[in-house]
């Protein structure tokens, strides 16, 4: 007969093992926990770019540990010391009154550096590589492994060749350390259609992604919009990152990238979508920036080294603009509007360029030789506008570049079927040029927090056919109805709703 004493003890010894096991299980978790830790991460996930018919770039990063540090961890202070007038800038820097500051530094708490501050993912020595198959096949393919270090910030970019042609890819990223111990992240993406193939294509468009101006727990929502479109790619026109609200080191550079892309919508998206990147002046350096462009308040951080950290933070090839055929039925073309640029306050002319002579006769062969029925310019800044007249000086809508501006609409409404996409104005509009007839697409910023430098009852019947002062994205889609090329612009809101529609038919 079993007695209550006896069962008080059964109970007592059954408990007692349940603790031990679990006890046991906790310091196995906190043993594989700890190794773990050792082993290099992607907090940044990777990204996919520069992707044609035949190839991509693939970007990755190795980090200490599998996330970014939190969001409540330590932060900085920016110090500024300004002045009242602007004599350290005679007549050189865009906007002295905006900007009237003579020296600026970085305030950190005790004992804290940048990798220690919230939303930073430091990075971590190792070795990575990049497996990758097409969909409909089981055989993987594999780099060699490549070291990474301090000197790239902890990166590396993988080139694959030999690809198909609109063919979807999976992708393995893998991190090692000298013990072996590492991680795997996944990701796919789809490669150009060869020139001759008439397959529908669909890209989103971006602009003005300030960190600050986030507008969810994850990150940016318009990420989230656009992934129900399943867009073969993505182009960001830049002011990708704001180096001018807090940089003044290249460690200080760095960290913009690894917070933005750290973000779990970023992280996500990108492993899903190719993407090109094009830089603008906050992503370069400075607000309204060209390259002899004198100012101190960016510390030690200078603007050859904000060329440099962009194509280290981003898949990128030998040059910074450059054109890929999507298909039979059209083409896209990326400028480069920092590096080659004169300064804005010099005086307009034949001689004054935002694009430089070389990269301006590449331009203009290229697209007169392109043979898609659709040609897109996709332009980091405004080429038709309208945009503010007293406080902007820095694009070819403004009338500081009007020389050069006249001639690019002149030659872009020569061609056929010709379009322009734009970044940096933070609002939507698509407006058209009521002397040559040429299209502009403003993609608008990245977040509704972000919209704003326009007035939104300022409707320009000669220019305008749509605005709307908010965030979003703007989507395109060519494809053949009736087998006839079209082109559809759309502009959505973060979410994705859409707001306006134009489609385009071929003009003969």
Request: glycine share 8%; proline share 6%; net charge positive.
């Amino acid at each position: 007969m079993t007695t209550l004493p006896n069962i008080q003890l059964a109970l007592s010894q059954l408990i007692r093992r349940q603790i031990a096991a679990l006890v046991l299980a906790a310091f196995v978790l906190l043993l594989t926990a700890h190794a773990k830790a050792e082993a290099p991460f992607q907090a940044n996930g990777f990204k996919v770019g520069e992707v044609d018919a035949t190839s991509a770039i693939v970007w990755t990063r190795l980090t200490q540990r599998a996330t970014q540090n939190s969001p409540q961890g330590p932060t900085y202070a920016m110090v500024e010391e300004k002045h009242e007038v602007t004599p350290d800038y005679p007549g050189n820097h865009p906007n002295p009154d905006r900007w009237p500051i003579k020296r600026r530094w970085t305030k950190y708490p005790a004992g804290v550096t940048i990798a220690d501050v919230a939303f930073a993912a430091p990075g971590i020595g190792g070795e990575t590589r990049i497996g990758y198959r097409s969909a409909e096949t089981l055989n993987w393919k594999w780099t060699q492994w490549h070291p990474v270090n301090e000197t790239k910030d902890f990166t590396h970019q993988f080139k694959l060749s030999e690809l198909s042609p609109d063919t979807k890819y999976k992708v393995l990223v893998e991190s090692k350390n000298e013990d072996d111990k590492g991680v795997t992240t996944r990701g796919s993406f789809r490669t150009a259609a060869a020139s001759d193939d008439p397959a529908k294509v669909v890209f989103t468009v971006s602009t003005g992604q300030q960190f600050h101006h986030r507008d969810n727990d994850r990150g940016y929502k318009v990420y989230d919009g656009m992934l129900p479109l399943q867009p073969n790619f993505f182009v960001h026109t830049g002011d990708i990152i704001y180096y001018d609200l807090f940089t003044t080191n290249i460690a200080e550079a760095r960290y913009h990238w690894q917070r933005t892309y750290g973000l779990p919508s970023n992280v996500r998206f990108h492993k899903k979508v190719a993407s090109y990147f094009i830089k603008d002046d906050h992503d370069t350096w400075t607000n309204d920036c060209w390259p002899s462009l004198k100012t101190g308040f960016q510390g030690t951080f200078t603007f050859e080294q904000g060329l440099g950290v962009f194509r280290e933070q981003v898949p990128m090839g030998d040059k910074t603009y450059r054109t890929v055929r999507c298909g039979k039925d059209f083409q896209i073309w990326m400028v480069e509007g920092r590096d080659f640029r004169s300064p804005n306050t010099a005086e307009d002319g034949p001689f004054k360029t935002i694009w430089g002579v070389d990269q301006k006769k590449w331009l203009k062969e290229t697209m007169t030789k392109s043979t898609a029925t659709f040609r897109i310019l996709i332009s980091p800044t405004p080429i038709v506008g309208p945009d503010r007249v007293k406080n902007k000086h820095d694009n070819h809508s403004n009338i500081d570049f009007k020389t050069e501006g006249d001639d690019v609409r002149t030659f872009l409404s020569s061609l056929k079927n010709t379009i322009v996409v734009c970044g940096d104005r933070h609002w939507q509009y698509h407006s058209v040029d009521p002397k040559t007839g040429l299209r502009e697409y403003s993609c608008g910023p990245a977040s509704d927090a972000h919209a704003g430098g326009w007035s939104k009852g300022d409707f320009r019947k000669d220019y305008h056919r749509f605005l709307k002062v908010a965030g979003g994205f703007l989507s395109v889609t060519c494809e053949r109805q009736e087998d006839e090329p079209t082109l559809t612009m759309k502009f959505h809101s973060v979410d994705g709703k859409v707001r306006f529609e134009n489609r385009l038919p071929v003009r003969e």
